[in-house]
């Protein structure tokens, strides 16, 4: 088998003749130089071009002299000024040593301009759109929260690729309030603000809006994010006051080449409605506050709280003339008043709210609630509720319960008369002491006389023994009775607590003795501390006095001191019935008593309380039903 081989001719390429003749047929205004930019051919085009425009082609070759010839494979414009002003285009393209150089015509050169121009458009139209979007989202916000979270979308769009910061600030402290980033911060890079001073210029913000320690006015802004390459910032100003600033920077990732002129035009305007914005909600806010806190004001002040409206209704009811009645808010919102008062005072009702009605205020006037027991008599004052043009809109009433005043006024004349029975009782305890102050020597004389009659005068040596002593023990009572119902000095003395408790217990003795109960006395070593002995005696007579009452016959008191620290420490424990758990917060209220009718005005306690704390002591009690009840008084040991 045998295999022939064939030569097959190619066509020859063109020629240098036939690529001149071709180059000279291109309409374009071409020319090809070498990488120098020095002209090795050119086209009859672009000789026309040249001298259209007041140019030589050597002169337009040494005007492209100084140009830089862009890398291998790749183009860039060049603009060559003309001797009669304004610029001509040029294209250059390279390709290996071979620079091709081609003149852009006015009409390419407007194609190219209006193509930016388009572009500008469309962007500027996407701005505005974004612009106009964050708009509607700011002014839906509910909250600061939901407003900076539409701020941060609406920068996203705007401006893709960045990182960025949003710092809203209170207008009048500058405490940081809300901060969103969208990047990594640098540390310590939340606080302080600070502000471009050209841009504190511009926005002519005050020195006195700026706070002091929270904003720092620099000539730069530093960059807050890690790895940024450069940034722009707006303030948040509105009315003069600023309320935060937006960080703009740029990560060294970001790829598109960008416009710092173009993105601080974008921000200024976004951070101005931005601004407005946040400055509308925190007056929102603030409004809010103020309502919330005069609703809670009303509701739950100690004031008997009601308001009516022009149509009779109730639209306020607080807490407190709650618990007086016993209706809960919900009953009575959107009643008739009326049906709050017994029939008998609808009258005087009806005059009342009249009067309030036509703007006349109602100093005082008493009527009789509806309650879920009974009734209630309270005190009014009324006045006109109006509306912000200054009309009357209904009835604000706020009083107290008249019931519970009488009842204090009763407890308080009830206390007066028994201060008065104290006193009475200091005089006959004086008129007692000179009688008596005669039989004891009467009696201490005769006594003497039969121990000298030796076993004759036995027998009544002891009975005038006796009577010594009952008179000695009546005038010793009598002394101490007068002493304790003396007005106290306010000008404390050193006491030594030990004997000042044992006077206390000999003013209780008879109390003791009748209630039949024992007292142990457990007294440890104390120093002497200061205080008014007749205050304090009396802070110990009540509770002694309280403890026998507690207790029945064959129960047992227990005194003991001791000293812990700096103080003096004294516990007045007894076994009665113990205190109930539901009153033992109240006991030291004033006219709050357990006792039954005729025993107590419920004073004793507030007024015990008053003293210790007066002399810088601690009055405490531990009680449990059936077991007993403890007082402890930790009083300040004298320096």
């Known amino acids: 088998m045998t295999t022939e081989s064939r030569r097959v001719s190619l066509p020859e390429g063109p020629s240098a003749e036939d690529f001149r003749a071709f180059f000279e047929t291109v309409e374009l205004p071409s020319a090809l130089c070498d990488t120098g930019l020095r002209l090795q051919l050119g086209n009859t085009a672009f000789a026309r071009f040249c001298f259209d425009h007041g140019l030589t082609v050597e002169q337009m070759m040494e005007s492209l002299s100084g140009a830089r010839v862009p890398d291998d494979g790749a183009s860039c414009v060049v603009e060559v000024p003309l001797p009669q002003g304004g610029v001509v285009v040029m294209e250059l393209a390279r390709r290996g040593a071979c620079v091709s150089v081609v003149g852009r015509r006015e009409s390419e050169l407007m194609r190219g301009q209006l193509v930016v121009v388009e572009q500008a458009l469309l962007e500027q139209a996407r701005t505005e759109g974004v612009l106009l979007d964050l708009g509607r989202s700011v002014a839906e916000a509910g909250s600061e929260e939901e407003l900076v979270a539409a701020v941060a979308r609406g920068v996203k769009e705007l401006f893709p690729g960045r990182t960025f910061c949003i710092r809203i600030i209170d207008a009048r402290t500058g405490v940081l309030t809300s901060l969103y980033a969208e990047g990594r911060l640098k540390e310590g890079s939340r606080e302080p603000l600070v502000l471009k001073r050209s841009a504190v210029g511009k926005l002519h913000l005050s020195a006195d809006a700026i706070p002091e320690g929270r904003v720092v006015v620099a000539a730069q802004v530093p960059l807050l994010f890690e790895s940024s390459t450069g940034g722009v910032s707006a303030p948040l100003v509105a009315s003069g006051q600023l309320y935060g600033v937006i960080n703009l920077e740029y990560p060294a990732t970001l790829r598109e080449d960008v416009d710092l002129a173009q993105d601080e035009r974008v921000l200024v305007q976004l951070a101005n409605q931005v601004a407005v914005a946040v400055k509308n909600a925190k007056l929102i806010d603030e409004l809010t506050f103020v309502r919330k806190y005069l609703e809670e004001l009303l509701e739950k002040a100690n004031a008997l709280i009601l308001v009516a409206n022009r149509d009779k209704k109730v639209v306020v009811f607080n807490q407190a003339i709650s618990r007086l009645t016993g209706f809960a808010k919900e009953e009575v919102l959107g009643q008739d008043v009326f049906t709050l008062v017994p029939e008998d005072e609808h009258l005087r009702l009806a005059s009342v709210l009249a009067a309030a009605l036509r703007g006349e205020p109602v100093p005082n006037f008493e009527l009789r609630l509806l309650t879920r027991t009974g009734e209630a008599r309270v005190s009014f004052a009324t006045s006109s509720a109006l509306t912000s043009q200054g009309e009357v809109e209904g009835v604000m009433a706020i009083g107290q319960d008249v019931t519970v005043v009488e009842q204090l006024e009763q407890r308080v004349i009830h206390a007066e008369k028994l201060a008065s029975m104290g006193q009475l009782a200091a005089s006959v305890a004086h008129e007692i002491n000179n009688p008596m102050t005669a039989v004891v020597m009467s009696a201490e004389s005769l006594l003497q006389r039969a121990m000298m009659m030796g076993s004759a005068g036995a027998a009544d040596a002891e009975k005038l023994r006796k009577i010594l002593e009952s008179g000695q023990r009546i005038l010793r009572f009598t002394r101490d009775l007068t002493s304790y119902a003396r007005p106290a000095k306010d000008k404390p003395e050193r006491v030594q607590l030990n004997a000042l408790l044992d006077r206390a217990l000999g003013y209780c003795e008879h109390v003791v003795t009748q209630a039949r109960v024992k007292v142990e006395r457990d007294y440890g ?115």
Not at 610 to 636: C, D, M, N, W, Y
């Open 525 to 639: 070593e104390l120093p002497p501390l200061s205080a008014v002995p007749a205050n304090l005696e009396q802070v110990f007579v009540n509770l002694i006095t309280n403890a026998c009452h507690a207790m029945q016959p064959g129960g047992q008191i227990c005194l003991r001191t001791r000293r812990e620290g700096r103080e003096a420490v004294v516990w007045v424990k007894d076994t009665g019935s113990g205190i109930d758990p539901a009153n033992l917060s109240r006991i030291f209220e004033p006219f709050f008593t357990t006792k039954m009718e005729g025993r107590g005005t419920g004073l004793g306690l507030s007024i015990v309380q008053r003293i210790v704390e007066k002399h810088g002591g601690q009055l405490r009690v531990e009680s449990a039903l059936g077991q007993g009840t403890t007082f402890t008084v930790r009083l300040p040991l004298a320096d």
